[in-house]
């Protein structure tokens, strides 16, 4: 967060799958079932067995038709598992307790600790980091890197902590790596970020793979490479599958729009009209703004990230093998059992981006299904022991 006028080196970062290419440059300085096939096809038995409902219900398509003319095999569906890497801002102003302790101009003027006796904006983000890792299904993974590195604006290609599946001795070893952390130097979040998008793109990970983006303050290391960064790295690292989830603490405030278009380009924002415009700096609600005067920073960061491993943890599924080998992508559909009521087919809604559909999606790579926006907040309220996702295969696919 200090400002500085140093500029060490420049770094190309390649990222190249299916054709896309992301080049930028950045300064030195829980399955609700088996995944076992239930039903093999035969359109009359599985006309007795889908239950699926034309009552009119949300996100149910009262034209398909079950008895048509296909052989349909039901999946319960498998979520796909979750890699999430870890970009935690460990500059000097960290060392602030937060308002109204010390105010984000009074952090900014001398990043020290006022008060021994309260909690820093340091503490707050170790110990609610360890709390979201923690609960963390098994079946998924994480990774921990910091920005800087050196006590300056040096940045590294290598998590601190690589991104690995939890268990509890990685789980302490996570905790171990942030409890070993004491905040100094300055802010080099788009020398971090890349390197970070490099990590998750050079590993094979099995999976979906998200950054979340952790900071309390401005680029001070590469300013005039943020809207390039923005408009090439961010959003060529979306299209190769990593999805980008930003937390602005207190002393974030004169770089909400950077923040907030980073969040937008990465895919998570918040919801789709908000604003992502680069002027004025301090204007942006696309990310996770914890900056609002009388906010209790711990309570509303420990919200944040349980709300970023809901949607991290769910609502991607794994497209099951077919019997012959190969997917027709166009005889595939979704449906969604809730724990009080009928089976119902949730369509394929391409009609908007994902964030502002009401269905479901393909991934880029076609590898997984991705139900979107209004579909999967109704996936998440409900999600319990007696509600269920299947993918059935076989029939064609129900479009919005």
Known sequence: MEHSLRYVGVLLVAMVAGGTTLIAASTGCGASGSDDVSVPGDPDANAGSSGLSSSGNSGVDSSFDPDATCAATTVSAKRAPANVLFIVDRSGSMNCNPPPTTTSQDCEQAPVTADPAKPTKWTITREALKSAIGAMPPTNSA?????????????QATPNVPVQPI?????????????????????????GVTLGYQHLHANTFVGRKFLVLITDGQETCAPLQKADFVAKTVVDAAAVGIRTFVIGAPGSEPSRSFLSQIAFAGQTARVPTCNHNALPADL???HFDLTNTGLNLATELNKALE??????????????????????????NVVYTPTSGAPQTLPQDN????????????????????????????LRADEGQLSSVSIQLGCATVVR
């Open 143 to 155: 990774g921990l890197t910091y920005f800087n590195v050196d006590n300056d604006c040096a940045v």
């Open 167 to 191: 268990d509890a001795a990685h789980v302490a070893l996570l905790g171990q790596s942030l409890d070993n952390i004491t905040p100094a130097g300055l802010t080099p979040i788009v020398g």
């Open 284 to 286: 942006g609600d696309c």
């Open 307 to 332: 709300a970023i491993s809901k949607e991290a943890l769910s609502c991607e599924y794994e497209l099951p093998a077919a019997e012959a080998g190969v997917v027709d992508t166009g005889r595939v």
């Open 351 to 378: 009609s908007k981006p994902c964030a502002s559909a009401d269905g479901w999606q393909y991934s880029a790579d076609q590898q997984r299904i991705v139900v979107c926006g209004a579909a999967c907040a109704k």
